[in-house]
T-cell receptor, first 112, second 113 residues
């Protein structure tokens, strides 16, 4: 069965550094999402992307965050200058129609 | 705003026991409701959904009924297996397909042989 692939599975970075989290969605999907889960907290929506543009974003998704779909297959989340509070598990998801989401297994980001 | 509250875990059960995970929600309008499951080392997977009041979603022996009068979507399974050990997330979506999901905190279930 096709799956959403996220790399790396773990990323450690220093505060203030830029990180790029990578996702390969399922190939015929049209809707793309990033969610995150800080340890012990709820899974939170960050951003949705459709038709090559952001369709919705949360308050968390400030100007330190950006998304790209550079080559029609990858979907990336960039954090320009990481903060300690950005430490979380980041989940990518994709969907054909926006009805059923398929999630990747996540990237655990640790900011030191 | 919209929110989902589900019972905290962990829930520890013996094989063949009955499982209930409570989920209640707050939302304007008529949200769609979902249960997602996350097995160890994997991403979240859609388990079942219901899109309108009194709908029952079911899959793999799990069931949940959309109760608008109690704003609830409790997950049940009559006889759990060790392979059901996972984290279960209740979620809602307000409005159309493509809109964001709002998740509950997740409930870890451990089934012992």
């Amino acid at each position: 069965e096709p799956e959403v692939t996220q790399t790396p599975s773990h990323q450690v970075t220093q505060m203030g550094q830029e990180v790029i989290l990578r996702c390969v969605p399922i190939s015929n999907h049209l809707y793309f999402y990033w969610y995150r889960q800080i340890l012990g907290q709820k899974v939170e929506f960050l951003v949705s992307f459709y038709n090559n543009e952001i369709s919705e974003k949360s308050e968390i998704f400030d100007d330190q965050f950006s998304v790209e779909r550079p080559d029609g297959s990858n979907f990336t989340l960039k954090i320009r200058s990481t903060k300690l509070e950005d430490s979380a598990m980041y989940f990518c998801a994709s969907s054909v129609s926006g009805e059923k989401l398929f999630f990747g297994s996540g990237t655990q980001l640790s900011v030191l | 705003g919209n929110s989902v509250t589900q019972m905290e875990g962990p829930v520890t059960l013996s094989e063949e026991a009955f499982l209930t995970i409570n989920c209640t929600y707050t939302a304007t309008g008529y949200p769609s409701l979902f249960w997602y499951v996350q097995y160890p080392g994997e991403g979240l997977q859609l388990l079942l959904k219901a899109t309108k009041a009194d709908d029952k979603g079911s899959n793999k022996g799990f069931e949940a009924t959309y109760r608008k009068e109690t704003t609830s979507f409790h997950l049940e399974k009559g006889s759990v297996q060790v392979s059901d050990s996972a984290v279960y997330f209740c979620a809602l979506r307000a409005g159309a397909a493509g809109n964001k999901l709002t998740f509950g905190g997740g409930t870890r279930v451990l089934v012992k042989p």
